[in-house]
């Protein structure tokens, strides 16, 4: 093929994903080769939307490379795991040393850092790439957090840049930092996503078991709720899927659909790789075992059999009040989840060092993806005015809003307490704040009891070292 007919880019792997990227990329002008590995995707792409753009389509990997123009930029976008594997296998005997591999499929951070070490020493870029969205997003503009080298960012960003979503004219796309930083930061945004869902579901919960509101009452409020500080693609859907009504039945489709909540698995991969750093990300981590509960239906019926709520709940005296303070609750509730997230993110990067610039990533996420919001601006400003910020909740807005909402955040988690409503979002949320806040936390006893079962040793306040008390023999207190 002659070189000025070749193409700019190329994706691999046309299911629902890969097909709405190469659209947006050949909409934004880019010359796009496509391949799957079975022909007929690659032929439907380009009989149904082939006069959308520029496409090259190739039937074999080998004919898909020799389509692209050099150095070689090649989007993989097949399952994630084994299919990666192999795409990456076999496309790599087909580049040449400069070539670039950027796999835009949700891969875990750690199999990003070492596909990258195992194509670097070929010469290889290869570029893990977070890709927030959906189909949707793939199409119209998605968010796009890409890792790998500087150097492969100079010739992707402006193609990323380009298809991605953008927010006041700027692009939903940076480069995030080295290796499986971008997937890193895929997974912790997927893990926010989780827990923002959860807070969400709690304030429904909360509202029409303690409130006694139906659904489309709810919708309403919700709807309400999207136009102040809560503005978010979260929250609008929401009110969307409340004031739906079942075609079958009649009835609020929320109270059709089954409660077992599922997951695919970038929430617990968050919580894991948390709990691997020491870093308390407990909303996540309430809101994937929430959905771990919700599946455990034997168990939940067999409680349902014998375990009472409390014998009376008092009703809710003003409901309009009531409301107001679980919209605060469900606000300084969502700060603290984000600011666990960022604080994930930072100890990643500092374990890996990936220099992460945390307000680009609360600005990638602006539009695209699905925890887009209005308070990610806030986010931003507060990295920017303090990027060595020991926690958002201590940036002036946010501190501000906390400690503004945290009245009515109390009376939510104690009506919910009262009420035998669960709501571990939220009350975790609280737990954290106050734990956050403390002078004096528990593990001062708790540092006791090691040292009394197991000669783990204490510091004290008041003096340097380390020490343990001879528990058994005196209770003489020694140098450790
Ligand atoms: P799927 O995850 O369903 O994967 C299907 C694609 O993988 C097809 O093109 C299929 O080819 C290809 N494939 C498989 Br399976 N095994 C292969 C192999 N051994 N060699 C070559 N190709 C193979 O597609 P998707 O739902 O479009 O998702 C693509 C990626 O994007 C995934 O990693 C997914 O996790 C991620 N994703 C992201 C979002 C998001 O919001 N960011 C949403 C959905 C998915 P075939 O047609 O020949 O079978």
């Not at 957090?145 to 927010?167: D, F």
């Not at 002036?396 to 571990?424: C, H, L, M, N, T």
């Amino acid at each position: 093929m002659a070189t000025e007919q070749k193409a700019r880019i190329g994706v691999t792997g046309l299911a629902v994903m890969g097909s709405n990227l190469a659209r947006n990329l050949a909409r934004h002008g880019f010359r796009v080769a496509v391949h799957n590995r079975s022909a007929a995707k690659t032929k439907t792409l380009v009989e149904q939307h082939g006069h959308e753009g520029d496409f090259v389509a190739a039937e074999s990997l080998a004919d898909f490379v020799d389509s692209l123009q050099t150095p070689r930029q090649v989007i993989i976008m097949v399952k994630a795991g084994g299919p990666t594997d192999a795409v990456i296998d076999e496309l790599v005997e087909l580049l040449e040393p400069g070539d670039m591999v950027v796999d835009g499929g949700n891969a875990h951070y750690a199999d990003t850092r070492r596909r990258e070490a195992a194509l670097r020493e070929r010469g290889l870029h290869f570029v893990g790439t977070g890709i927030s969205g959906g189909e949707e997003g793939a199409l119209n503009g998605p968010s796009i957090m890409p890792g790998g080298s500087p150097e492969s960012y100079q010739h992707l960003g402006p193609v990323l840049e380009a298809i991605s979503a953008k927010v006041d004219g700027q692009p939903c796309c940076t480069h995030v930092g080295p290796d499986g930083a971008g997937h890193f930061v895929k997974m912790v945004h997927n893990g926010i996503e989780y827990a923002d869902m959860q807070l969400i579901a709690e304030a429904f919960d909360l509202l029409h078991k303690v409130a006694g509101l139906g659904a489309g009452e709810i919708a309403e409020v919700f709807r309400g709720w999207n136009s102040g500080d809560l503005e978010s693609y979260l929250v609008e859907i929401t009110a969307e899927v409340l004031g739906h009504v079942d075609e079958a039945t009649g009835k609020p489709f929320v109270e059709v659909v089954a409660d077992q909540a599922e997951q695919k698995g970038t929430g617990r991969w968050t919580v894991q790789e948390a709990l691997e750093l020491g870093v308390p990300v407990t909303g996540i981590a309430e809101a994937v075992f929430a959905r771990s509960l919700s599946g455990h239906t034997e168990q939940r019926a067999a409680a349902q059999k014998v375990l009472p709520g409390p014998s009376s709940v008092s009703s809710v005296a003003d409901r309009d009040a009531f409301v107001e303070d679980v919209r605060q609750a469900l606000y300084a509730s969502k700060v603290v989840a984000y600011a666990q997230g960022f604080d994930e993110i930072r100890a990643a990067a500092d374990t890996y060092d990936w220099d992460i610039d945390l307000g680009a990533m609360a600005t990638i996420w602006r539009g695209g993806c699905i925890i887009r919001a209005r308070f990610l601006e806030r986010i931003k400003d507060a990295y920017d005015t303090n990027k060595d910020l020991p926690s958002l909740l201590v940036d002036s807005y946010f501190a501000d809003a906390v400690i503004k909402a945290q009245e009515a955040w109390r009376r939510v988690v104690v009506a919910a307490a009262a009420a035998g409503v669960p709501a571990p979002g939220f009350s975790s949320a609280l737990s954290y704040y106050d734990a956050l806040r403390s002078e004096r936390l528990p593990a001062a006893l708790i540092q006791g009891l090691r040292d009394f079962f197991g000669a783990h040793t204490y510091r004290r306040v008041d003096r340097e070292g380390s020490f343990h008390t001879l528990w058994g023999e005196g209770r003489n207190e020694i140098d450790a």
